[in-house]
């Protein structure tokens, strides 16, 4: 039997996007905050069921995030003609996310930056943000095509635009790879790797293209 589901959960409880309808980021946006936990845990009750060694298991209630927007410290999107954000569902249209609701507001900052930025004609097949600290590492991810001079312009755009960018990296897509994220990583500004937090008991976090 499973343990009765945590009685507070963070506000709101349910999150409105404008572009749940097709970007496939948060599958579970249209449920209210602990639909989505009852889901995950009969998720997790189905995949354990599959072993009988398992499946009579007493499962702890799905614990609940302190926050449900504004979150993610990564974003890893493509790159298309005016558009920015995710691969419509099933396709490879990028819908543009300008309005998502879950991106930490500091790597959403980036985005929108890199945004317009683009706006007049993307070099970029993607890019991936991150945020480490107050900080954030930027890789653009261009095509084998892409001139040198003209990614390294877009770094400095960056960089004049965002002051919080710290390092930006450069990775090459492979043609015709299904992944965005490719080649080797070439720094073409700032350190290789930004601290996640301070160093505590003695051990050291980063985070690196």
């Given at each position: 039997?499973?343990?009765?589901?945590?009685s507070?959960?963070?506000?709101p409880?349910q999150?409105?996007?404008?572009?749940a309808r097709?970007c496939?980021?948060?599958?579970l946006?249209?449920l209210?905050y602990?639909a989505?936990l009852?889901h995950k845990?009969a998720?997790?009750r189905?995949?354990?069921g599959?072993?009988p060694?398992?499946?009579?298991?007493?499962?702890?209630?799905?614990?609940?995030?302190?926050?449900?927007?504004?979150?993610?410290?990564?974003?890893?999107?493509?790159?298309g003609?005016g558009?920015?954000?995710l691969?419509?569902?099933?396709?490879?249209?990028?819908v543009?996310?300008?309005?998502?609701?879950v991106?930490?507001?500091?790597?959403?900052q980036?985005v929108?930056?890199l945004?317009?930025l683009l706006?007049?004609g993307?070099?970029?097949?993607g890019?991936d943000?991150?945020r480490?600290g107050?900080?954030?590492?930027?890789?653009?991810i261009?095509?084998?095509?892409a001139?040198?001079?003209?990614l390294?312009e877009?770094?400095?755009?960056?960089?004049?635009?965002?002051?919080?960018?710290?390092?930006?990296a450069?990775?090459?897509?492979?043609?015709?790879?299904?992944?965005?994220l490719?080649?080797?990583h070439?720094?073409?500004?700032g350190p290789?790797?930004l601290p996640?937090?301070?160093?505590?008991?003695g051990r050291r976090?980063?985070?690196?293209?």
């Open positions: 039997m499973d343990r009765a589901a945590p507070k959960f963070p506000e409880m999150v409105s996007c404008p572009h097709e496939p980021g948060c599958p946006i249209d209210d602990p989505q009852a845990q998720r997790l189905d995949a354990l599959a072993y060694e398992l499946a009579t298991l007493e499962l702890d209630a799905v614990e609940p995030a302190a926050r449900v927007q504004g979150y993610r410290a990564r974003a890893k999107l493509v790159a003609p558009a920015l954000g691969f419509a569902r099933g396709t490879h249209r990028v543009d996310t300008p309005h998502c609701r991106l930490d507001p500091l790597v959403a980036a929108a930056v945004r317009e706006a007049s993307s070099p970029l097949d890019v943000v991150a480490a107050e900080a954030l590492l930027v890789t653009l261009a095509p084998a095509t001139a040198e001079r003209t390294r877009l770094a400095q755009a960056l960089r004049r635009a965002l002051p919080a960018v710290a390092s930006i450069l990775a090459r897509r492979l043609p015709g790879s299904v992944q965005l490719g080649t080797a070439r720094m073409l500004h290789a790797e996640v937090r301070p160093k505590t008991s976090s980063g985070s690196s293209p």
